[in-house]
DNA sequence: TTATGTGAACTAATTCACAGCT
DNA sequence: AGCTGTGAATTAGTTCACATAA
């Protein structure tokens, strides 16, 4: 459970265990940036980097560095100044800040061609995360593998999550039977739900629902495209009427 | 081209071409939101709905009222006090605001779980998007036929792109071959790009990239997830402290 | 009445710029 | 000499609360 402790290079802090994390909280955007750094850091540690400094660091995240270390000093003190940051140190301290230093066991529900690329998508799921399950109404997809794991049906949704005490519920099925999934997974207990499905999911207090759509980015794509060509349009347009 | 004028219920606005539109810019944070109400008001319509109060369709978008209302003013003023929204109405106006009057080619390189996720991806893609062309490079996918389309090899990639004036590329390939494919999308002239890839891609200015994580959603589920834990544990300490 | 549209107040996030540590 | 960490300044986003129009 504890494992801070025994990590090499983790100075034990101070060591009251009541002690509340990253006093004040950390903003929501700098939540939504650390793993983004996570990814970079593994990138340069892999690359046999063991120092980086905040500019480089930035740079290979696609952040400013003021960003990053305002974003950084929100965990605590972890840079070196004059040289940068310890990068597997650092690897470590953004871990503990997002919880990654328990693996999350985790039940996707829906085994059709999302369901199936989250089960193969290795990389990122397999540091912090375990995928116990894949579970599917369809008949014909129960027991083929995924990944590391069988199809299972739906059915058994409840007996799992008790099973493996499954904190994380990941809903990559179509729209219409998104809430229905949503609210057995609420009624099992579980209280963090990723939503692949296109629609606001329904959810009582206390539970976290995140979503990820892929059209909206589309969408979003579309309305800058869409400017980028009505500027020209009107640089075209002015310029006809200067010269007229 | 222009499309504003047939469609029913829009009333002329003052004709003047050169006019931007909506001046002063659409705020970023209401920009990512409009995709939602969409997605809300088409759901309305579907089930009969002529007319909408910001309460009821921010309570199906999941935003506060005055959040709705502050965002659908950066469009212009089309409820009615009293009343409510056309639901109709602002469809359109919803719609010609994100640029999706027009439908956009598109071409998703990789036909692997993903690419075949979102070339089946029917709803909301249909609305705005015409998939023109999976492209992958492995040949034993090339000529499957995925929705709509046929799997091509990706040496074809600058000849479709050319062929159907694609302005929108969807990078669904590993992480591995992704900046590749992205320097060959920039390189044929393609300048909004939407990447599945862990990684951020580099490209020059002028070139519009909007990314998707699988995973970076889920490792802020586990930021909350162990929030939760933590803050039991702490209250548990803090009653037991105080029993002591 | 009733619900929109919006200034004004507030809160969050970003960026600047430099003091302070190594 | 160089890079972090952070107050201060700025900019963006949210929420309030009500005048205004149908």
Redesign the interface.
């Known amino acids: 459970m504890s494992s801070a402790a025994e990590f090499p290079g983790s100075e034990a802090e101070p060591g009251n265990?009541?002690d509340?994390?990253y006093p004040g909280g950390?903003p929501d955007a700098t939540?939504?940036r650390?793993?983004?750094y996570?990814?970079?850091l593994y990138?340069l540690a892999e690359r046999g980097v063991t120092t980086v400094a905040s500019d480089e660091l930035a740079r290979?995240?696609?952040v400013n560095s003021a960003k990053l270390r305002k974003d950084l000093s929100h965990l605590g003190s972890y840079g070196i100044r004059g040289v940068g940051y310890d990068v597997e140190y650092l690897v470590y301290q953004v871990s503990r800040?997002?919880?990654?230093t328990?693996r999350?066991p985790?039940v996707i529900i829906g085994a059709?061609?999302?369901g199936?690329?989250?089960a193969?998508?290795g990389?990122?799921?397999n540091r912090?995360?375990r995928i116990e399950a894949v579970l599917d109404s369809d008949p014909s997809l129960v027991g083929r593998k995924l990944g590391s794991v069988i199809v299972r049906h739906v059915s058994e949704l409840e007996a799992l999550v008790a099973e493996h005490g499954i904190?994380?519920g990941?809903i990559a099925v179509p729209?219409g039977a998104a809430q229905a999934m949503c609210d057995r997974l609420v009624a099992t207990g579980v209280?963090?739900?990723?939503n692949f499905a296109?629609?606001?999911l329904n959810v009582p207090g206390g539970v976290?629902v995140?979503?990820?759509?892929?059209?909206?980015?589309?969408?979003?794509?579309?309305?800058?495209?869409?400017?980028?060509s009505?500027a020209r349009f009107?640089q075209a347009?002015?310029r006809a009427?200067a010269e007229a």
Chains 1, 2 share one sequence.
């Open positions: 265990l009541a509340r994390p950390i939540v939504a650390l793993p983004v996570l990814r970079a990138a290979s995240a696609g800040a997002l919880g990654l328990q999350w985790v059709g061609n999302l199936r690329a989250l193969n998508y990389g990122f799921l912090g995360f904190a994380i990941v729209a209280t963090s739900i990723l296109p629609l606001v976290d995140r979503k990820v759509d892929l059209s909206i980015e589309l969408q979003i794509l579309a309305f800058h495209a869409q400017r980028r009505t009107v347009t002015d009427a």
